[in-house]
């Protein structure tokens, strides 16, 4: 069956994600195969449903959503998270005959409701939050346990990592660090993710969630991102940090794409938003 798409408001083969904090993701595929739109209206790839996809398709797919997720969990973190008010934690699962420990569905629920009843007892109904899911493959394992960032939204002195681990009940493996900067944080956490793009155990699963409210970061395309590479070369090479540039052939696309990564000053992202009159966001 012949895979047909309706392009109804495909703009530009270029593309942008500009985070408050300075991250910019960049993105190109070749100007004969434009793919980044707003206001798509498009025709399933397969009506019928998923059993009667390939298994290349399916894991093309897979491989796809896995990868967007791992970029916009980093993306969210940079345009929500304050390093002065952020706290890093881990919670670990340990052995027990109650529930499967390497059930996401069982982990997921009974962490959800920890979050629910207990963190925003502890840290109050505003706190804002985002997790990441690894398995804690170590000695067979395959415990599933949880990366947190927390912005407290106010400094937070001193947190005691007994008393948390207490409160946690499912055992003391609780790590408690602050978050230095986002972009280590969304590093740090982003190389699990990075490991785990085609694990089964997380197929057709949520990778990471959020607290309501979040962010998400300015999306650009066009003639905008044609003005944000102008702005970019403008700037000196001592204050921007080209973090990466590379290319990688999206099967789910069906073409090139070429992705850079480049940090600069929340001061110089406020700089572009003024030299560009009627900024279009989505």
């Not at 703009?11 to 904090?21: C, G």
């Not at 502890?122 to 395959?142: L, M, T």
């Not at 003391?172 to 993710?193: L, P, Q």
Request: hydrophobic share 35%; with cysteine.
């Amino acid at each position: 069956m012949e895979v047909k798409t309706i392009r109804k408001a495909y703009i530009s083969n270029l593309k942008a994600i500009i985070t408050a904090s300075g991250m910019l993701d960049i993105y190109q595929s070749p100007i004969e195969h434009p793919v980044y739109a707003i206001g798509l209206t498009k025709q399933s790839k397969n009506p019928r449903g998923l059993s009667d996809r390939s298994y290349d398709e399916i894991l093309a797919k897979n491989k796809n959503n896995a990868y967007k997720s791992y970029l916009a969990f980093e993306q969210l973190i940079q345009n929500n998270f304050n390093p002065t008010s952020s706290l890093f934690i881990t919670f670990t699962f340990a052995n027990t005959d109650k529930f499967d420990i390497t059930s996401v569905k069982q982990c997921n629920a009974l962490f959800k409701r920890f979050v629910d009843d207990k963190l925003r007892k502890k840290f109050g109904k505003k706190f804002k939050y985002i997790v990441a899911i690894e398995f804690q493959d170590e000695h067979d394992r395959g415990a599933v346990h949880y990366h947190i960032i927390i912005d407290l939204l106010r400094p937070y002195p001193y947190i005691n990592q007994k008393e948390l681990a207490k409160l946690w009940g499912y055992g003391t493996n609780v790590t408690v660090e602050r978050m230095i900067s986002a972009k280590k944080a969304a590093n740090y956490v982003g190389k699990y993710m990075r490991k785990q793009l085609i694990d089964d155990r997380l197929y057709a699963k949520k990778r990471y969630w959020a607290s309501r409210g979040l962010i998400r970061p300015v999306e650009q395309y066009g003639t905008n991102v044609e003005k944000l590479l102008e702005f970019l070369n403008t700037i000196p090479f001592d204050q921007k940090e080209e973090y990466s540039n590379k290319s990688y052939l999206s099967e789910y696309h069906g073409c090139e794409i070429k992705h850079s990564r480049i940090f600069i000053s929340k001061e110089l992202v406020q700089k572009f938003y003024k030299s560009i009159k009627g900024l279009q966001t989505s």
